[in-house]
């Protein structure tokens, strides 16, 4: 069949091709290695291996991190075997002679009490295997937050000053490893705790305002009030709940629905509301409470200040692999600079969750998320962010 | 010739495609009133999108060529292409859909937990897209040749065209509304000639067509060494299994709120589809009658938009040919915009936005790279389209399915259903099908079509590709238990738990 298919062109494109890739492969190897002295090289690997295990390290001193990380400081120390305890027993013995595993917590005792660095002779371990490398100690003691959290023991055949040195160093070094890792995780704590603190904050003058309006028609129209009132159990329930940290743009929405519903029993017809969504984003998942606050913020800075009627557009787009949200409203607008101050978490004055909403976006999605703002003064605003349909570990509920 | 009429008819198709391409969201209706949940996609509209997307040239020309041309058996072809939704909503629908994966590869990680599975997945995606892109060109060169005389390459390179148009302005991202409309759209441009020349047919009292054993016996050998019955076994399982891994149909399950949705959503494509499939027998048939033997040169692919103006003299075959002819289009476009819209969002997010974004420092965001991309997606597909003109359009779809199946049906169905699959048997378990499928593919198009076994076993690789590539996912995960992903558990429990029964750790108790 070959009519139409010209062989001699295929091989030489194929030819071409290959030699490109293989051309771009040694120019990235010839990168890489370049031309080193001994010692370079040698304080390059050292370097690499200690960037390994410091990655292992970031979850703070667990069994699991304690064996990945093992492997590479054993591979620093230069001894035959490593012991990485904690307070209360093993958590990981690498190297040869782990019949030796189950005293390892009681060689690191005296370090453990005294916070110095101790070392055992042939006279306290003692092995009946003559081949066993087992034969001396040098323990050094983990220090985080000014506390002994643990221990690493070098053993060797013999304890040498360079070995004590090196374990007393890399001991130090790891210390240092675990107080970044205890950082990071106050930071999540923090972020958590700031999450916790967006959840209770529906802002008080909504929730005055909304109760003002509800007791406005307790006489004039009591069917309104009590659906009114409906509206505002289901908008606290939603708010205040305790599940998990996504929602999806659908259940979102729909909270944003009643949180209008109440503003419109205030401002009436004031109060214009129109919406554009697309109905292909409504299951996207989104980060709980990311959208209410940004209408809130729309219609009390964008409306309230402003006479007449004020209009706030809701909309939700599709493009692809993410999906759009912005709010806009044509109110009174704000200079750009204070915006700035806002998402920069500087000044927190009357900023409904905007600096919140983009840090959490942030913090989930990366910095390629965070939330648009558009504005001038007297041209209205416009907040948008972009989510992607599906991210590594976002789960409704 | 019926020229004029025709190209009109492909001109408003493809000016409607771009330009409904170019408005994209300014569709979606403006609205005061919320009722958010009332308008989420609705299983019938988003069923009449995924079959509007699904329907191909080589639906709507292959499967009549085929059937002309070789009779009885290739009735399993429609068969197959509806049964594919059967498998996908017994075993993936739904908890695809819970998975919360929009593409593929995000199943893949999802799933694994793995980057590197991912890019594989991703890599894949791109393959597959491609090879059934190449039979769009092929189609659209086919029909625009037909209908005006003009030269193969032109109808190819229209669609081309107009498809890396429309999706580099961003526009045919998932427009629900549009692509079931398209669906109408091909069902009209199919079964209204069909019922003209059937009452015709029946009127002119011509009888039933005079055919031979081989066309009308089912799996007669056509040549002294076929093999009839793996033919027709492998097709289908192609088919069946092919259809879950096609990158643009699944991306349509992300609509669905949930899986009980996307489960109603496959039942009511199977009824679509079954519907459309039974028009190309048809066709087959009054070819047949009509034509009994087709000129040298002539492909039975054409016999569809032949048949009109052989039957109905005038101006009545000209409106007939130039529906068919707008209908083909249609099917062409809406493919093949879907499919180069999912590889597209493949090089872009995978290959390109990392690339540019450390070639610029992190600046380069916005659509450059996306258009990019979209020219990338279709300029591959078109230039191979022009080196296999010789392979019949349903082969070439073929070979696309026997991919799919041999790649992403093993990761899907053990994924969904087997808790020990490890990433390193995922990764084994695409490698080997990937090579498999893709070295019969590239031996068939460079070297033809051959005889006997080899023939055979090459030119429908799915029956020994896919079970291959199972064995070897799970012989690999059974030999690797270390690099089964720890949070499996929790993943099956997401994956196969019904919505209505709620996970939440707490709630604010009712």
Redesign the interface.
Known sequence: ???????PT?VVVAGAMLLLGLGVWAAGRGRRRGFLSTVDRVTYSTLHTASLASRHLADGLTPEAAERAGRHLLAILGASSVAICDASGLLSWTGPGDHHAPDAHGHASESRTSGAPSVLGSDAITCSDPDCPVRAAVTAPLIADERVVGTLTAYAPAASAGLARATGELARWVSAELDVAELGRARTRAMEAELRALRAQISPHFIYNSLGAIASFVRTDPERARELLLEFADFT?YS?????PFT?L?EE??NV?RY?VLEQARFGERL?????????V??V?IPYLAVQPLVENAVRHGLASKEGVGHVTISA?????EAEISVDDDGVGTSPESVQRILDGVSRADSIGLGNVDARLRQIYGD?FGLVVETAEGAGTRVSFRVP??A?G???? | MSDTLSVVAVAIVCVTTVVVGGLG?RL?R???D?Y??G???SPRLNASAISGEYLSAASFLGVAGLIYDQGVDLLWLPVGYTLGYLVLLVMVAAPMRRS????LP?FA??RL?SVFVRRLAALLVVAIGWMYLVPQFQGAGLALALVTGAPQWVGALLVAVVVAAAVGA?GM????FVQAMQYWIKLTCLAVPAFVLLALWLRSGAGLPSVSDAWSLPFSPKSPDDHPHYRTASMMLALCLGTMGLPHVLVRY?????GVAARRTTVSVVALLGVFYLLPPVYAVLGRVHLPSLPAGVRSDTIVLQLPERVVSGLGGDVLTAMLAGGAFAALLSTASGLA?SVT?VLH?ELLRPQLSRLTGGDA?GFGGFRLAAVGAVVVPFVVA??????GIATTVGFAFSLAAATFAPLLMLGVWWRRLSRVGAVAGLVVGAVAATSAALTT?????LDGWPGALLANPAAWCTPLAFATAVVVSLATPASVPRDTARVMV?LHTPEQV???????PD
């Open positions: 069949m070959t009519a139409s298919f010209h062989v295929a329930r205040l709940r305790q599940g998990g999806t659908a929405l729909r629905e209008l214009q509301v129109s919406l554009l969504i697309a109905p292909e409504l299951p998942r787009s599709d493009q692809g692999g390629d349909k599906y590594p976002v789960h409704a509920e | 969201l979606s403006r609205t005061s919320f958010v949940a308008r989420t996609v919360g994966a929009y593409t995000d990680e999802a937990g961003g991202r998932s427009i629900t992300y609509t669905n709120p949930d819209m969002g997010q965001f022009r080196y296999v003109e010789q392979i198009f460079v070297a033809g079509p997401r709620h996970l939440a750790r707490s709630r604010v």
